[in-house]
């Protein structure tokens, strides 16, 4: 640890460390300490801020200081003291704070990072104490009021204790406990229930709390279907191939790749009408992040929260993190994705595949070990989508290979280029497949249409088996029971259109 310099002498105040009767506990040293090392070291901020939580100094001119550090290292500017009285006079609150003079005392006493974390502790505990006061003398004097009733007081005492207990996860002393729930509130209460960002519940493309990732070869559309999704988030739309978009308040669009390209490819969704929408609810980061999204796990939570979006789109994953190929990069980006995540934020990725994968046949279903870089990428995607198809190519096939719940497609679609708009080809939804067939079809039939031909594996026949108990049990379809093979063999079970579905569609 760090020593502490001897204070100048000119330093006009005493140690105030009070916690009599007659003044409220505070820590004046503590807290010119924690400001010293911010303006001298601006990555103390990181460390002490979550500690510190909100309005914890004690004297308002070292609160004012505090938040001024704060707006010049969230803009990436200088925290040196020279700086900042340049932006307390600004404000016109240099002189309010003491003047140029004590700006400089208070970059002169001099700590290390790990004091200032300890002293930020001490500033955060004497700011709980005093709001811990403040609860107890309003509890008294509400309870001497005439006519005071102890049913509505006690409800208010439980409501402060409540605050404060959240106050306190928040800050550095409950670092250990803040994201730790009892058993029946995660099973319960933790969204899992949620309706999607994307699609139905039977058929989720983008479940809340976990990434929706999107991958692709250059120039087959994942961009052009990625601006659908955020403009239905944002409002201008109501679907993304033909399936429910919920709302987002604010979106952070991470333009890493290109962002000239991007801007032209969201310029042909976007017209004089929209500015409105977009001035402020979208909000789009050009070029490279500050730091690799391995080396500062923090860094896409802070971003987000920094911006206050709510949904963060990464565009694409290759620019956010070192290298993608590396399993403890990997991990650690997955870190930064979770750390995202549980602070409420949705996140959405755009990534590339295999080259290898661009050989395959065009009807042949992609698996994950075809999406570029370490397994651990897609194993913390809650969702990926696969586009396959040639570069600039109209019409591709979308895949859904990674599921919240049931399986979306394969779907073929249909972009226009000229418009920024995808829509879907009903030649491979099932239910127009079996509408389309007066003679029925077997979970085989309809297997080998929607992968393209050849012998269906095991696997593609279940899949479309529960597709069609779907099916049945929503109305659409009805099932004549097969018969079991003897010496004569046996007889697949047939699926036919209901007389309703075939009266809804014609």
Known sequence: MSQRTTPPARMPFHDEDTTGAAEPPFNVEAERAVLGACMHKADVIDVVRPILGDEAFYRPAHETVWRALLDQH????????????????????????????YVFQLADVL???????????IIRKKADLRRLIASAVHTLQRAQEPGADPEAIRSEVETEVRAERERALTSGQGRLSRFAVDGWRFVKESGADAEPLWGTREKTLWAPGESLMIVGAPSVGETTLAHQVIFARLGLQETALEMPVAPSRRVLYLAMDRPKQIAKAMARR???????????????????????LDKEPDLLADLAAAHQADTIVIDSLKDAVSTMVDDSLAVSFNNARNRALRSGVEVLELHHQRKTAADAPRGQRPSLDQVYGSTWITAGAGSVLFIRGRAGDPAVTLHHLKTPTGEVGPLDVTHDHKHGTTTVDPARDPAVLIRNAPNGLTARDLAIVLIGGGDPERADAEKVRRHLARLVESGLATKEDGIAGGAGGGQQARYYATARHLTAIG
Request: aromatic content about 4%; proline content about 8%.
């Open 74 to 101: 969230r803009e990436d500017k200088p925290t040196d003291p020279i700086a900042l009285t340049e932006v307390l006079q600004a404000q016109g609150d240099l002189e309010r704070v003491g003047g140029r003079t």
């Open 111 to 121: 700590y290390g990072t790990g004091s200032a974390e300890h002293h930020a502790e």
């Open 270 to 292: 976007v017209f004089a009408t929209d500015e409105a929408i977009l001035r402020d609810p979208l909000i789009v980061w050009q070029g490279p992040l500050p730091a690799t």
